[in-house]
């Protein structure tokens, strides 16, 4: 009975170490150099008046997102950085722009590589390997979309092994894709499929699925990023590790300093912070944001000009920018004085 017992003891704990070992080897060949987490800018793409893209000031971004929001993390063309309206050189060139300014200030890189052609997706995947970018994320493809959970999984492997040594982020934002397959799904057994697996941002507002793919992650091996910035507290009560989104371009010192608040368990704290930028998020929403606006509200804060949005996107008007700076500062003076 003892001797039965033990045996059993051992093969779990036999069991249990080949776990370990095959997540380690896993998580080995995808080595992140650290773990990204925190907050995470989805940068804008810089334009001229022309629609050209306008290079010559990503320098001083980087060390405005650094010394002036605390943000030492960065998402390339994503939604906001319109890379989904860029040509595939455009995005190119733009990616070696950020890596490169980015060295030694950033701590991650995250280039975005979807495309609606799994070629483009690949050739981006590749090229964000070769200019040694820190991470790669893919969004589902949103024309001919996958049918099931499956076909998805199948279209990310593929890019995923374009690029077999950079850890891989899926980017959930069913809103703007319509691939509404659950992430929570996605998730199970994703190692297996894709080695390179490193995390997930999530861009949707069911925490539910978002909780059960915290709840998944009990080994704490993938990074969890919440995606709608505007209510960021709930997501890190679920167990979000970190977050990406628009707002921390401009917004990011303000939100760390609700992370802070969070972490000392300073939950009333946390929580007046969150009301504060939601009071200002909800302004600017109601007003109608796009990327145009956030464009033109990084223009003010920051001093650095991002030009207007590509077309089918169009420019804030005027009376945006006005009302959206009153707002700001209103904000500023009554909860971050
Ligand atoms: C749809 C979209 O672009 N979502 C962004 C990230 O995924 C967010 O950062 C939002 O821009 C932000 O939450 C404002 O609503
Ligand atoms: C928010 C974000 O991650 C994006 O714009 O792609």
Redesign the pocket.
């Known amino acids: 009975m003892q001797v039965h017992g033990a045996a059993l003891a051992l093969y779990g704990a036999l069991r249990q170490a080949r776990r370990a070992i095959l997540a380690l080897t896993a998580s080995t060949m995808a080595l992140p150099k650290k773990k990204l987490q925190g907050l995470v800018a ?1 940068t804008l793409t810089p334009m001229t008046e022309t629609g050209e893209i306008n290079f010559s000031v990503i320098g001083q971004y980087v060390d405005y997102l650094v010394n002036e929001q605390g943000v030492k993390n960065i ?1 390339v063309n ?4 319109e890379g989904l309206s860029l040509s595939v050189a455009e995005r190119r060139q733009l990616a070696e722009e950020w890596v490169t300014n980015g060295k030694n200030k950033l701590d991650h890189v995250i280039i ?1 590589v979807g495309a609606l052609s799994l070629k483009d997706s690949q050739e981006l995947a590749q090229h964000a390997a070769e200019i040694g970018a820190d991470g790669i994320a893919v969004m589902a493809p949103f024309f001919f979309k996958p049918a099931n959970k499956d076909a998805l999984i199948a279209f990310l492997k593929e890019v995923a092994a374009a690029a077999p040594k950079v850890p891989f982020y899926y980017y959930h934002i069913p809103p703007l894709t319509g691939v509404k397959i659950r992430a929570e799904e996605l998730l199970d057994g994703i190692q297996d499929e894709i080695p390179t697996f490193q995390g997930l ?1 999530f ?1 949707d507002t069911d925490l539910l699925d978002f909780g059960q793919c915290v709840d998944q992650n009990s080994q704490r091996q993938f990074a969890l990023l919440y ?1 709608v910035d505007e209510q960021l507290l709930s997501a890190l009560a679920m167990g979000a590790t970190g977050a ?3 707002t921390y371009n401009y917004l990011g010192k303000k939100n760390n300093q609700m992370l802070e608040a969070f972490e000392r368990q300073d939950f009333s704290l946390a929580l007046n912070y969150q009301f504060c930028i939601q009071r200002f998020m909800n302004y600017v929403i109601k007003m109608g944001l796009g990327v145009g606006q956030t464009k033109a509200i990084m223009t003010l804060v920051s001093g650095i000009p991002m030009g207007p949005p590509r077309l089918p996107l169009q420019e804030a008007s005027r009376e945006f920018a006005l009302k959206a700076e009153a707002k700001l500062k209103s904000l500023e003076s009554q909860c971050f004085p």
């Open positions: 989805a998402f994503g939604s906001t950085g975005h941002k861009s995606g990406v989104g628009s």
